[in-house]
């Protein structure tokens, strides 16, 4: 929980204000060659007015924010329910108002009912309608955005995201799919006077809804017997991670029910995996009812779901491409899979299964036995970062063997509870260690104020013992570029580097790329955004683009900056830090002060106010050829803990100072902060 908040600090620190959050998409998809209307929720939605679709090939048509409802009075209900009524009826026309609407509320919908497409009706009824819990409301989604899109009759299937953008700011991502079979839609909310009847869908076809509380969905196939379809849902997948709610997840259940309600099949998860697959045989011809809830009857906006009802068998799912890989094979037998290799004497040897992170329900257990069937070393789950939307990616196990004596050995993989058959897959990789490491960076977008700094949290997973200095650089970055450190320290496996930005406004979200190199490695760091499970994990949802903006200037580094080259800190013993003051820049009236941000535990500061600078305390000499300001200084010394480690610090500025007064003569004490670039510093020898 510490480190999402660091990020959750740093990011509203470096952009002064709060990007756009969505928190869900219905539906979450639409077909090649059809347009299709999105209800978008989240918070922070006020200045929305674009969106962006990854991959090519969709169109943003229009983008409106939904202005908040209001609670309306009896009377007030009354009469809208009278004009929604009639336009379910065929009669748009607006009834006549009561001789009294005091106390009334003002809204745009009010006045334009007849004119409200499906989507605003069904916002608009939800609200007059239902009735609200304000113990279960989340802020979080809350709000609406209504998008509309044009999918290309060529535009790629597949998984894509969409993204808000609100004044230059972009929003964090959710998945978006475009498919090949038809759409269909739940009903949306019923108006005045009508009655929901449950949609009828021919297979193949996709299925899109969403779960509120204590609701059942209902879609209606005919089949015949002996044909067998399987439905594949996409609940969790759309919205891993949900930070207020536990078990921080929608649990999706589906159930097949025949005319007379007898249930005849069932499915509330695949292995591991939350999202069930269901495989339907028909008993006989007719007519059949798909249900879906949630498996503790919940519900809530972003319990949405998208489910594949496809003909034929499941059968066994691709598994995930990955560029390192080794011998592939299926776990057949309780007792597992052997494999034999040759190693010499004292060569280490990495033997590492793939298997949970590529999709497989394989809960492997790795043993090496020599040839008389001694077992030589074992290893079931290994610690991992918690990247992606897989929780329990420990379950592949690694093993660092160092032979004996040459000869053969056996690698022996089977599942540790037992589990075997066709969806048991796995990769073994054996061999010599290829050090190597993974990035990720935090946010996936990233707002940078001209003539300030941005923040990048940077987590990294390094692998095969790979433990040295990893460099970065920015790409395709116009004229942004990393200031202070540019590299991730030996060891390290969170830190932060410090982006720059002095061009002019930028018109559009600009797509750059971070690429990491050490130890003969190079990789393209993956961006990245944290989301809290249940109230207290965090874990990395991976994004396919990282977006860098500038829109808006903060002075902060014409004020304030270091003095000399910040290269590198190395505190074998104090050092003083001293940071330069622009006083052209700088109010006379101002308080100004340097201070560390989130520092590790070794790291420490020396008492003293030599980091402070007082209202009138700050001189300068004037000259015709530079000013000489008085500076800001910090002094640092690591304890003992620290030796041998390193950090990529960030510091800030705060300065307090006196506004012009109003036009009531009221002087206001202003704040502002910037945080300087990063600087590497190393606890000594």
């Known amino acids: 929980m510490k480190h999402f908040f660091r990020t959750a600090l740093l990011f509203l620190l470096c952009s002064g204000a709060s990007a756009a959050h969505i928190g869900f998409l219905m539906p979450s998809g639409g077909r090649q060659g059809t347009s299709v209307e999105i209800i978008v929720g989240g918070q922070a939605f006020w200045s929305v007015n674009g969106a962006i679709v990854s991959g090519g090939g969709v169109t943003v048509d229009s983008v409106k924010v939904v202005p908040g409802i209001p609670n309306v009075s009896g009377s007030q209900q009354r009469y809208l329910t009278r004009w929604l009524t009639g336009i379910a009826k065929g009669n748009p026309a607006k009834p006549e108002l009561p001789e009294t609407t005091e106390g009334w509320r003002m809204h745009a919908w009010f006045e334009r009912l007849n004119e409200l497409d499906d ?7 939800r609200s007059l309608y239902v009735r609200q819990n304000s113990l279960q409301a989340s802020p979080a989604i809350n709000s609406r955005v209504l998008v509309k899109l044009t999918i290309a009759q060529d535009a790629a299937p597949g998984e894509r995201e969409l993204r808000l953008i609100g004044r230059g700011r972009v929003s964090n991502p959710l998945k978006f799919f475009v498919g090949k079979n038809p759409e269909v839609r739940e009903p949306f909310y019923p108006m005045p006077s009508t009655k929901t009847v449950p949609p009828e869908f021919t297979v193949p076809a996709v299925l899109n809804g969403q779960i509120m509380p204590g609701e059942q969905d209902k879609f209606i196939f005919t089949a015949k017997k002996g044909e067998v379809i399987t439905f594949s849902a996409l609940a969790r ?8 709610g536990v078990p921080g997840h929608f649990q999706m259940v589906l159930e097949i029910v025949d005319d007379k309600g007898k249930s005849l099949a069932y499915a509330d998860d695949r292995y591991f995996d ?9 008993p006989a011809d007719g007519k ?4 879906v809830r949630d498996a503790l009857y919940r519900g809530r906006a972003d319990f949405v779901y998208r489910i594949s009802a496809l003909p034929g068998k499941a059968g066994v799912r691709p598994l995930a491409p990955l560029k390192l890989f080794g011998i592939a094979g299926t776990v057949n037998t309780p007792a597992g899979e052997n494999h034999t290799f040759k190693a010499k004497k004292g060569v280490p040897v990495m033997l590492e299964v793939y298997a949970r992170r590529l999709g497989s329900p394989l809960d492997g257990l790795l043993k090496v036995t020599d040839s008389k069937g001694k077992v030589l070393a074992v290893n079931d789950d290994v610690p991992r970062l918690k990247a992606g939307t897989i929780l329990h990616l420990a379950a592949d196990p690694v093993i660092r063997f160092t032979p004996p004596e040459d000869g053969e050995y056996t690698a022996n993989i089977s599942d540790i509870s037992g589990g075997y058959g066709k969806d048991y897959r796995y990769r073994l990789r054996i061999g010599k260690p290829v050090p190597h490491f993974a990035v990720y960076a935090l946010p996936s977008a990233v707002e940078v104020g001209r003539y300030s700094t941005g923040v990048v949290t940077l987590a990294v997973e390094r692998y095969d013992g790979f433990d040295g200095e990893i460099k970065l650089r920015l790409q395709n970055a116009g004229g942004f570029r990393i200031v202070g450190t540019d590299t991730i320290p030996p060891g390290c496996d969170r830190t932060a580097i410090t982006l720059y930005y002095s061009g002019k406004d930028l018109k559009k979200p600009l797509q750059a790329a971070l690429e990491a190199s050490g130890g003969g490695f190079t990789t393209k760091v993956i961006p990245g955004d944290e989301m809290m499970q249940a109230f207290a994990y965090t874990h990395i949802a991976p994004a396919q683009t990282l977006f860098l903006t500038a829109l808006w200037k903060n002075p902060g580094l014409s004020k304030f ?5 910040p290269g590198t800190v190395k505190l074998d013993k104090d050092v003083t830090l001293t940071v330069n003051i622009n006083t052209r820049n700088h109010p006379k009236d101002a308080r100004a002060e340097l201070m560390l941000i989130d520092p590790p535990s070794w790291l420490k500061v020396r008492p003293g106010k030599a980091h402070i600078a007082e209202p009138g305390k700050v001189k300068s000499v004037t000259g015709k050829a530079k000013m000489v300001p008085h500076p800001l200084k910090i002094t640092l010394y690591a304890e003992k803990e620290g030796k041998g480690k390193a950090v990529n610090q960030l510091f800030k500025v705060r300065w307090q100072y006196n506004s012009k007064p109003d036009k009531n003569g009221k002087i206001r004490r202003i704040t502002q902060e910037v945080i300087l670039p990063a600087r590497r510093i190393e606890g000594g020898k």
Do not use: R
């Open 274 to 282: 939350p999202d069930p697959e269901l495989e339907f045989k028909v």
């Open 119 to 125: 989507c605003e009706k069904d916002i608009l009824c």
């Open 288 to 291: 059949y009812t798909l249900l």
């Open 561 to 565: 900056n270091w003095q000399g080259k």
């Open 237 to 244: 997948h759309l919205m891993p991670f949900i930070g207020d």
